[in-house]
């Protein structure tokens, strides 16, 4: 009889996606990411960080400053467009787990990647100007969306286990 206790397909990708986001050193928001084509295989992964070859003890962590170039936010490449960028294959039909909705930047990028789902976790920002333009350019283009709702609430990864 086979184990019923394993997780969905959805579930795996996601926890791709969150465990992904483990490598972002940004102290406020870790977000990762997961391209999956149609044969659920793995083309794309990402989190959010600054840019290859600019340190991250030489560019600001903030969220606010004074002047925005003292802030985060002009230099960090978000999970989206890290997978994307990361990715190996064409993305045409592909789908891309987030733990967090897509802002409208990375919106962009996804649709012109030809990536054609976005299933995500959390939609906190739903009400930001950012995620509004989101949602209207994935409906114009034909990208669904959808929210996961996980059986499983916490996976745990025990090392120890295989030690």
Same mark, same amino acid.
């Given at each position: 009889?086979?184990?019923?206790?394993?997780?969905?397909?959805?579930? &795996?990708?996601?926890? %791709?996606? /969150?465990?992904?986001?483990?490598?972002?050193?940004?102290?406020? =928001?870790?977000?990762?990411?997961?391209?999956?084509?149609? #044969?659920?295989?793995?083309? !794309?992964?990402?989190?959010?960080?600054?840019?290859?070859?600019?340190?991250?003890?030489?560019?600001?962590?903030?969220?606010?400053?004074?002047?925005?170039?003292? =802030?985060?936010?002009?230099?960090? +490449?978000?999970?989206?467009?890290?997978? %994307? #960028?990361?990715? =190996?294959?064409?993305?045409? !039909?592909?789908? %891309?787990?987030?733990? /967090?909705?897509?802002?409208?930047?990375?919106?962009?990028?996804?649709?012109?990647?030809?990536?054609?789902?976005? $299933?995500?976790?959390?939609?906190? &920002?739903?009400? =930001?100007?950012? $995620?509004?333009?989101?949602?209207?350019?994935?409906?114009?283009?034909? +990208?669904?969306?959808?929210? /996961?709702? $996980?059986?499983?609430?916490? %996976?745990?990864?025990?090392?120890?286990?295989? /030690?």
């Amino acid at each position: 009889m086979k184990r019923q206790e394993y997780i969905s397909w959805d579930e &795996y990708f996601m926890g %791709i996606a /969150l465990l992904s986001s483990k490598r972002s050193k940004d102290p406020n =928001t870790q977000v990762g990411a997961c391209i999956v084509n149609s #044969l659920n295989k793995i083309v !794309g992964i990402g989190y959010n960080g600054f840019p290859i070859g600019c340190s991250d003890d030489d560019l600001p962590w903030e969220r606010s400053a004074d002047e925005p170039n003292l =802030t985060k936010y002009p230099y960090v +490449v978000h999970a989206e467009a890290n997978a %994307i #960028l990361n990715s =190996t294959k064409d993305l045409h !039909g592909a789908r %891309i787990y987030v733990d /967090l909705f897509p802002c409208n930047e990375c919106a962009k990028l996804i649709i012109q990647s030809g990536i054609k789902e976005v $299933v995500f976790l959390s939609d906190k &920002y739903k009400d =930001t100007d950012s $995620v509004k333009a989101s949602r209207k350019m994935f409906k114009l283009s034909g +990208v669904k969306e959808r929210q /996961l709702t $996980v059986r499983n609430k916490k %996976i745990i990864l025990d090392y120890n286990k295989v /030690l």
